[in-house]
């Protein structure tokens, strides 16, 4: 198989792991043609305790931060040059070997358009496109800017032309043989603004966020005992900006706060990351600055445990309220379930992390004020029992899926 994943392990982020983790299993060698990240030494460590890892020959094009400049807007021309030599070269590599497969990835989209040029020379290669998140309809290149200045919104949306752009999504759905999405949700958000639905559905498969039972980064969240903390903690780790809308939480704390002062000596809650600031405007216009505590982010390593000495961990999904569907699914819920810890998630019914969530027994769901007020007072008073099997998680239980479903057809 030739891989054109844009990026790989051991540099690492949600989209490559999720691409080793797919993989890893198949019976096959795998030569990987990708962009050179930060190398994370933990990860990295973890690798060379995998067999598996040795299938994977990695060939490295240009460096990641400059073909993909999604936080330095000024190397934008160099990303542009860099990322269109990456589907030049793309081809060049794969006529190099003799391959039956090829698969790419959705982030970066460059990847796809590779694919799409590898396709269209070379018809007889399975092409197998994976997706994390749709790019065709996003409704995070319609977030509202009108608070953010004119560079932000000049920068904004020249990044989302260039980096998120519905061609890279298009290219995949119309011509690659299987597409492998992480939900339902998502899959259907995608596929339903093509007219063939039908037919694509067809070449479609469900690839769930999974973990893989050996690696010590994801065996160490199944045993943690019971934090115990004197006021219960109450973790967010990720980004908070867009449609992962916090104005209802911030009014349900806000409510708690003027009913019970004494609620910070029961309950806090921490945020990790980037935040926006009208969001910081409301926290301090509220007074919540000691019940929502907010943080610089932090490594994974650091992460983990955070999530493991925290009593409550917080899911801040993303709000589409009036969709139909909403199709976006936060690798974070796979750890969370590990951890086995009492869950508040800001989501609504429309959400794949809402169905997740319900389907493991939790009740303290939702997003209005009211119902997050009542969620956030049951998480203070039960001693929640968290009970429930992660089989369906387990990695080890989708051996083959991609191959197997690509070659029934």
């Known amino acids: 198989m030739f891989v054109v994943p844009g990026s790989f392990v051991p540099y690492n982020d949600t989209v490559t792991l999720l691409t080793y983790k797919r993989l890893r299993d198949l019976d096959l060698d795998l030569d990987v043609f990708c962009f050179r990240g930060k190398e994370d030494q933990s990860l990295a460590k973890q690798l060379q305790k995998d067999d598996s890892f040795a299938k994977f020959h990695i060939r490295y094009s240009s460096d990641l931060d400059w073909a993909i400049p999604r ?31 090829l698969f790419t990835s959705i982030v970066p989209g460059i990847s796809h358009i590779a694919g799409a040029k590898i396709k269209r020379k070379h018809p007889e290669v399975k092409w197998i496109a994976s997706f994390s998140d749709p790019f065709k309809g996003s409704p995070y290149k319609k977030t509202d800017l009108e608070d953010r200045s004119i560079f932000y919104r000049i920068a904004f949306n020249v990044g989302a032309f260039c980096l998120y752009n519905d061609r890279y999504e298009e290219v995949a759905v119309r011509n690659a043989d299987e597409l492998v999405f992480i ?5 259907d958000f995608t596929l339903k603004q093509y007219e063939d639905y039908d037919e694509l559905l067809k070449k479609s498969v469900i690839y769930p966020l999974t973990y893989i039972p050996d690696w010590e980064m994801y065996s160490s969240l199944l045993d943690v005992p019971k934090a115990d903390n004197h006021i219960k903690q109450a973790v967010h780790l990720g980004r908070l900006y867009g449609l992962r809308k916090i104005d209802s939480f911030l009014e349900a704390l806000r409510d708690l706060n003027k009913e019970d002062p004494e609620i910070g000596k029961k309950i806090i809650f921490h945020q990790y990351s980037e935040i926006q600031e009208p969001d910081i405007r409301k926290i301090r216009d509220y ?6 505590v907010l943080h610089d982010k932090v ?13 409550v961990l917080v899911l801040f999904d993303t709000l589409m309220p009036k969709a139909e569907c ?3 699914l936060p690798s974070k819920i796979v750890e969370y379930l590990m951890l086995r810890k009492p869950i508040l998630g800001i989501c609504d019914p429309n959400s794949p992390s809402y169905r997740i969530l ?44 991609l191959l197997g479903h690509l070659n029934e057809r």
Do not use: W
Request: proline residues 3%; contains cysteine; charged residues 35%.
């Open 287 to 292: 007074g919540l600055q000691d019940l929502f």
């Open 358 to 401: 319900k389907e493991y027994g939790f009740e303290t769901v939702g997003s209005k004020a009211d119902v997050i007020r009542r969620n956030i007072l049951s998480i203070i008073n039960d001693d929640y029992k968290c009970d429930y099997s992660l089989e369906k998680l387990n990695n080890d239980n989708y051996d083959k899926l």
């Open 326 to 328: 909403q199709p976006y």
């Open 71 to 101: 936080n330095y807007p000024l190397r934008l021309p160099a990303g542009l040059f860099l990322m269109n030599r990456y589907v030049h070269d793309a081809l060049k590599e794969f006529e190099k070997g003799d391959y039956k497969y």
């Open 299 to 311: 490594s994974y390593k650091e992460s983990v445990a955070i999530m493991k000495d925290a009593d």
């Open 183 to 187: 939900c339902e949700e998502q899959r």
